[in-house]
Structures are given as structure tokens and as C-alpha cells.
């Protein structure tokens, strides 16, 4: 172990609860501490000692023996609470390493200059890249910096565009995952990570959003027709066509009446346009007028200018009305035209998350939330992202959301009921959609997969558990990735300690056990790692090491820095 005492976790919800779960795999001893005793008996079972009280109470923390633990972890979603029992549990023990759960990853920023050893984490924006990547490239697409590079996973099916690509899994047909495998890159089973130079070494960071596969194997519509189809539903582009209608119209009629009235063309525009607003033949070309082709189609040009005035008074009364009734039920409009969108139900810290890093890609989402009072809808209008008030739940609503012309359905509200009650109208609407849904439990949610057919289901404490809990032992969690039904890879640097068993231990030898691959190897006080390094190259201490592993690699990589080398720990 890292640490040199035991890791105290506050907030034993999802998020509290999973990260005990990485630190026992990890053998830390795990002291809780909870509002209630509810979950004792999860607890328990697992060898984790619990403390029933209020975190910021120093007489609660010194329950938990905060005064000779090596690490605190707070984990509830009020940023001001965590921060006042961060704070608490210094000034009992101003050695304890902090790991502070907080959405405001600014104020984050800061921590580690407030608190002697403190990092700051945000549960949403760990998790988002899983759901947005989910949304926009199906199996592939996360993508982060780790080691001074900016990395991306993608399907091997595609062209390489980096230098180096590195094969992270390999995806069988049953949907089971052969994690790190030793493969050439040109399977089409494996999903590789690509490893740029630089940000501008030719490798695309956003390529344009094309057709992916749906969950059963269709392709979305997208592409001309589809926008077509979406410019036609639109109310905007319905009034935009019968502007240039009547246009048309009018020039027609100005030609008609320049060559069978001998009229100038400045007076056959000014008599095409006064039939057109419904108004009489003129008087001053009643004598030119005994031609009958031009009384009849002066008669027919005055009905048309007739009904033109009927429609035209319509598309104001209708857009009065509309805007009534949206500002009265809190409602707004989806963009005309819009196509091959994203849809993001639900807009907590995730949902806001998503949607900002859906529009960063340069896809165009949608937001819908029920309470047009919630917490990030003006964020979200301010960030130029469309908000529409209402329950997805409903097809009504669905439909609104111009459902068939879209890319994806996020379903990400706080409620699982809510978000697969959504996901499954949504796919009753349009069977070949892509829709990601956001569940808190990592086993009901394959589940999910399995008996609703949902291919992709996201869980935030799964994805982000694992950076709490390495964080506490002194690593950092990058990124996670996941891949096939329920596994992640997580990608990590760490120092190499003194005295470690990792200390003189070849690089190389770490890679090969299908949980773990060493990446990079930075030296000491170097931003960029090297990524190309001989097989027989040793870590020194002081080192930093860049790797992908599976939960139990990294627990693994963790204990042998954390055993010191004697005697009967040789250097392998």
C-alpha cells in the first residue's frame, strides 16, 4: 500500500460505495463513514468498518481515526460540504492525504494550493467522455492527454492516422473482452488507441460526424435526404419556401404583364405586386386590359393575392401564438433544420457535462430537461446548446425533439427508471437509434444490455470509482475506457517510489499479463514521456510511469510499488 495508514471514504452512496469496492481490491484497510447505517451490511461483509455520522464533525472523524489515517475520500455531491470536511480532517491530521469530489473542477483547480496534499476530482467530467464517445462512435472514439499526447480509441477497422497505435482490446463475438492483447493492429476486432506526436501531427481531433452502425446493425439516417426530410418539417423553412414561391411568382407576373400590357418593367413589377397583396387591377391599364389572357390572369392573380394575405396573416398568428404558449409552459423550440443531432435527457452534472463536450466535438445536441428552474439549464442556453422543457418520456415530446432525424438519445437524468422508461420510447419511436442510458448499478445495467437490447449503458461510479480510489494511494486515473459489456481500462501515470520493488525493475517486464502494459516512461521533472523505450530500459525512482491496465493490473502495479526491496524481494 501506498498510503501509510488506513483511507477513510465519506458518502456512501453509488460513487462512496464503489471506490471502497477498487480499495479493498487494492487491500487497503477502509474505514466508512455514512449518514445512517444502511449500508452496514455491504460494508461488513467487505471488512470495511463503519462510522454513522457527519463528516465535518471533528468528534465523527475521530471515530474513523482520521488522526493516524494516511487519506481521506469524500464523495458526497455538495462541493461546500466535502471542502469543510477536507478541511476538518486536516487540522486533525495535517499528513492526511485528500481526494475531494467537486463539480466546480475552477474551484478544483485551487485545492491543491489551499491543502498540503489534496487532489480534486470531478465525478461528471470523469464520466462524460464514456457517454459522449458512446453517443457519437459507438465502441470507439474517448479521448484525453496522458504523458504530454493527445490519445484516442478507435476501432482498428479504421485507417491509421497516428504514429503509433497500440491494441487495448479485442472484442469477441459473444461480446466478452480479451483485455491488452498481444495483436497486430490490422484485426478488425481490436480497439486501439492512437498516440499523436503532437495536437497537430495529422491526426484529426473531431472528423466529421458520418453514418454509424445502430444496435441492430442498420445504418442512422443521415445524409441529404434526411436533411431534406428535416428542412421540410421545419416551420422556419416553410415560410422561407413561400417567400421565394412568391418571388417566383411575382417575377413571372411582371414578365407576363411587361409583354402583353407593353408595360415598362418598373410598372409591371408595381402592378405584379399590388395583385399579389389582393387589391384591383389598376385603373391605368384598364384600356390595355380588353386582352382576355390579361383580365384572366389578373383575376387569377388577385385570388392568389388574396389567399397570399390569409397565409401570411396566418404565419403571424401562429408564431404569436406559438411563442405564447412556449413562454407559458416554459417551453422552447428545437432549431429548424436541425439533423444528425444528439439528444441529452436530463440536464444534472452529467447531462451538462455530456451535452458541453457533445457541442466541443461539433455535433449539434439537444438538451431536454423537466424544470426549465434546474440548476444547469441557463448554463446550457448560455453555451449556445438548445434546451427544450418537457418529459422525454412522452413520444409527443419525442417527436418535438425531431427524434427521427437524430444521431443518438443520452438518457443521463439521476432516476434509472426515468432514463430507461426513455430509452425504451425512443426505440419504439425509431428502432434503428442509438441510445446510451445512464444506470447506477454496473450489473443491472448488463442486464439491461442483455434483456432489453440496449447496447450501450453507462454507470458514473463505475467509471469514475477507480480515479477516486487511485488517487487516494497516490497514482492518477487518467481516463477510463470502456469496452464490451461491463469492463473498463484505466489509464494511469504514478511515480516510481525509492526503494519500491518497481525500482530498477525493467519496463518491459510488466506488460504481457493481460491486466497491465506499460506505456511510457517519463523522467523526473520531464512533461513528455517517452513513448518508444528499449525492453530492456530499468524505472528509476523519481520516474513517472504512463500505463493501461484493468482494475486488478493497476491494484497489482500499486502493491509491488508499494513493497519495499529487501533480501527477499529481489530486483526481477
Known amino acids: 500500500m501506498l498510503s501509510t495508514g488506513h483511507v477513510i471514504v465519506c458518502g456512501l452512496e453509488h460513487l462512496g460505495?464503489?471506490?471502497?469496492?477498487?480499495?479493498?481490491?487494492?487491500?487497503?484497510?477502509?474505514?466508512?463513514?455514512?449518514?445512517?447505517?444502511?449500508?452496514?451490511?455491504?460494508l461488513a461483509a467487505a471488512g470495511v468498518r463503519l462510522v454513522v455520522g457527519d463528516p465535518r464533525l471533528s468528534r465523527v472523524l475521530s471515530q474513523a481515526d482520521v488522526e493516524t489515517a494516511g487519506a481521506i475520500v469524500l464523495t458526497g455531491d455538495d462541493d461546500l460540504a466535502n471542502l469543510n470536511a477536507a478541511l476538518a480532517a486536516v487540522e486533525l491530521n495535517p499528513r492526511i492525504r485528500t481526494v475531494i469530489r467537486m463539480f466546480d473542477q475552477e474551484l478544483g483547480s485551487h485545492i491543491p494550493e489551499l491543502l498540503p496534499d489534496a487532489v480534486a476530482l470531478s465525478s461528471s467530467a470523469l464520466a462524460a467522455p464514456g457517454f459522449v464517445s458512446a453517443a457519437i462512435d459507438g465502441e470507439s472514439g474517448t479521448r484525453f492527454r496522458l504523458g504530454g499526447r493527445q490519445i484516442m480509441s478507435r476501432?482498428?477497422?479504421?485507417?491509421?492516422?497516428?504514429?503509433?497505435?497500440?491494441?487495448?482490446?479485442?472484442?469477441?463475438?459473444?461480446?466478452?473482452?480479451?483485455?491488452?492483447?498481444?495483436?497486430?493492429?490490422?484485426?478488425?476486432?481490436?480497439?486501439?488507441?492512437?498516440?499523436?506526436?503532437?495536437?497537430?501531427?495529422?491526426?484529426?481531433?473531431?472528423p466529421a460526424p458520418s453514418p454509424r452502425p445502430t444496435g441492430d446493425g442498420r445504418r442512422e439516417r443521415t445524409g441529404p435526404i434526411a436533411s431534406l426530410r428535416?428542412?421540410?418539417?421545419?416551420?422556419?423553412?416553410?415560410?422561407?419556401?413561400?417567400?421565394?414561391?412568391?418571388?417566383?411568382?411575382?417575377?413571372?407576373?411582371?414578365?407576363?404583364f411587361q409583354v402583353v400590357a407593353g408595360l415598362s418593367p418598373l410598372d409591371a413589377v408595381s402592378y405584379a405586386i399590388t395583385l399579389l397583396t389582393g387589391a384591383s387591377l389598376p385603373a391605368d391599364i384598364e384600356g390595355a386590359a380588353a386582352n382576355t389572357a390579361l383580365r384572366v390572369y389578373a383575376i387569377f392573380l388577385s385570388l392568389v393575392g388574396a389567399a397570399i394575405?390569409?397565409?401570411?396573416?396566418?404565419?403571424?398568428?401562429?408564431?404569436?401564438?406559438?411563442?405564447?404558449?412556449?413562454?407559458?409552459?416554459?417551453?422552447?423550440?428545437?432549431?429548424?433544420?436541425?439533423?444528425?443531432?444528439?439528444?441529452?435527457?436530463?440536464?444534472?452534472?452529467?447531462?451538462?457535462?455530456v451535452a458541453l463536450a457533445i457541442a466541443e466535438r461539433g455535433v449539434p445536441g439537444v438538451a431536454v430537461e423537466v424544470d426549465d428552474e434546474g440548476r444547469f439549464v441557463s448554463a446550457t442556453r448560455a453555451?449556445?446548446?438548445?434546451?427544450?422543457?418537457?418529459?422525454?418520456?412522452?413520444?409527443?415530446?419525442?417527436?418535438?425533439?425531431?427524434?427521427?432525424?437524430?444521431?443518438?438519445?443520452?438518457?443521463?437524468?439521476?432516476?434509472?427508471?426515468?432514463?430507461?422508461?426513455?430509452?425504451?420510447?425512443?426505440?419504439?419511436?425509431?428502432?434503428?437509434?442509438?441510445?446510451v442510458v445512464r444506470l447506477y448499478d454496473p450489473d443491472f445495467a448488463v442486464r439491461v444490455q442483455q434483456g432489453f437490447g440496449i447496447r450501450f449503458?453507462?454507470?458514473?461510479?463505475?467509471?469514475?470509482?477507480?480515479?477516486?480510489?487511485?488517487?487516494?494511494?497516490?497514482?492518477?486515473?487518467?481516463?477510463?475506457?470502456?469496452?464490451?459489456?461491463?469492463?473498463?481500462?484505466?489509464?494511469?501515470?504514478?511515480r516510481v517510489p525509492s526503494g519500491s520493488l518497481l525500482e530498477g525493475r525493467p519496463a518491459a517486464s510488466l506488460g504481457g499479463t493481460g491486466v497491465l502494459r506499460v506505456l511510457a516512461v517519463a523522467d523526473p521533472g520531464s512533461e513528455e514521456a517517452r513513448w518508444s523505450f528499449p525492453p530492456d530500459e530499468v524505472m528509476d525512482a523519481g520516474e513517472e510511469v504512463v500505463v493501461a491496465a484493468t482494475r486488478a493490473g493497476l491494484a497489482e502495479l500499486l502493491h509491488l510499488a508499494a513493497t519495499p526491496r529487501d533480501a527477499n524481494h529481489p530486483t526481477t
Open 457 to 494: 449503458t453507462r454507470s458514473v461510479s463505475h467509471l469514475a470509482a477507480p480515479a477516486f480510489a487511485a488517487a487516494a494511494v497516490g497514482s492518477e486515473v487518467v481516463a477510463t475506457v470502456p469496452v464490451g459489456d461491463r469492463r473498463v481500462i484505466l489509464f494511469a501515470r504514478f
Open 309 to 353: 394575405v390569409a397565409v401570411v396573416y396566418a404565419f403571424i398568428t401562429d408564431a404569436l401564438i406559438r411563442s405564447r404558449l412556449l413562454q407559458t409552459l416554459g417551453r422552447r423550440t428545437v432549431p429548424g433544420g436541425i439533423h444528425d443531432h444528439v439528444i441529452v435527457v436530463g440536464l444534472g452534472s452529467i447531462g451538462y457535462r
Open 230 to 256: 428535416a428542412r421540410v418539417r421545419s416551420p422556419e423553412q416553410r415560410l422561407l419556401r413561400f417567400a421565394a414561391i412568391l418571388v417566383l411568382l411575382a417575377v413571372g407576373s411582371a414578365v407576363f
Open 155 to 206: 476501432e482498428s477497422a479504421d485507417p491509421a492516422r497516428a504514429p503509433l497505435s497500440i491494441p487495448i482490446a479485442r472484442l469477441r463475438a459473444d461480446r466478452s473482452v480479451e483485455i491488452l492483447p498481444d495483436a497486430p493492429t490490422t484485426d478488425p476486432n481490436l480497439i486501439l488507441i492512437d498516440i499523436a506526436a503532437t495536437d497537430a501531427d495529422g491526426v484529426d481531433p473531431d
Open 383 to 435: 453555451a449556445g446548446i438548445p434546451v427544450f422543457i418537457g418529459d422525454a418520456r412522452h413520444p409527443q415530446v419525442l417527436e418535438e425533439l425531431r427524434l427521427g432525424m437524430a444521431r443518438a438519445v443520452v438518457a443521463a437524468t439521476s432516476d434509472d427508471l426515468v432514463n430507461l422508461s426513455t430509452a425504451l420510447n425512443a426505440r419504439k419511436l425509431r428502432p434503428d437509434l442509438r441510445v
Open 17 to 42: 460505495l464503489r471506490t471502497i469496492d477498487e480499495l479493498r481490491m487494492r487491500d487497503e484497510e477502509v474505514v466508512g463513514i455514512g449518514p445512517n447505517d444502511d449500508a452496514a451490511e455491504r
